[in-house]
Nanobody
Framework: QVQLVESGGGLVQPGGSLRLSCAASGNIFNVNTMGWYRQAPGKERELVAT???????NYAALLKGRFTISRDNAKNTVYLQMTSLEVQDTAVYYCKYRQIYADYWGKGTLVTVSS
């Protein structure tokens, strides 16, 4: 089993920045992919970005340039730096950990972009 704990969400004004963190614990495999997804009210969950254990990244096309994913393998932690936030970025952001034969999700952290 793998447990994921997200942090860093909150209220931010349009144009502002936030950094989300997700710490994984438990039976961590050396080869894995961690990532962020988000779900806005009334919408389906969508990909934000993923990063493999060797640092290969993948972004939702519309978010690349404003959002940056990174990870610290020694801490089993993935980060999402979000800049130039827009009202449309308001959502619950979920951390995902994927290893062979298993996916795990965090409980989510709410990001609200509002003036």
């Amino acid at each position: 089993q793998v447990q994921l704990v997200e942090s860093g969400g909150g209220l931010v004004q349009p144009g502002g920045s936030l950094r989300l963190s997700c710490a994984a614990s438990g039976n961590i495999f050396n080869v894995n992919t961690m990532g962020w997804y988000r779900q806005a009210p009334g919408k389906e969950r969508e990909l934000v970005a993923t990063i493999t254990s060797v640092g290969t990244t993948n972004y939702a096309a519309l978010l690349k340039g404003r959002f940056t994913i990174s990870r610290d393998n020694a801490k089993n932690t993935v980060y999402l730096q979000m800049t130039s936030l827009e009202v449309q970025d308001t959502a619950v952001y979920y951390c995902k950990y994927r290893q062979i034969y298993a996916d795990y999700w965090g409980k989510g952290t709410l990001v609200t972009v509002s003036s």
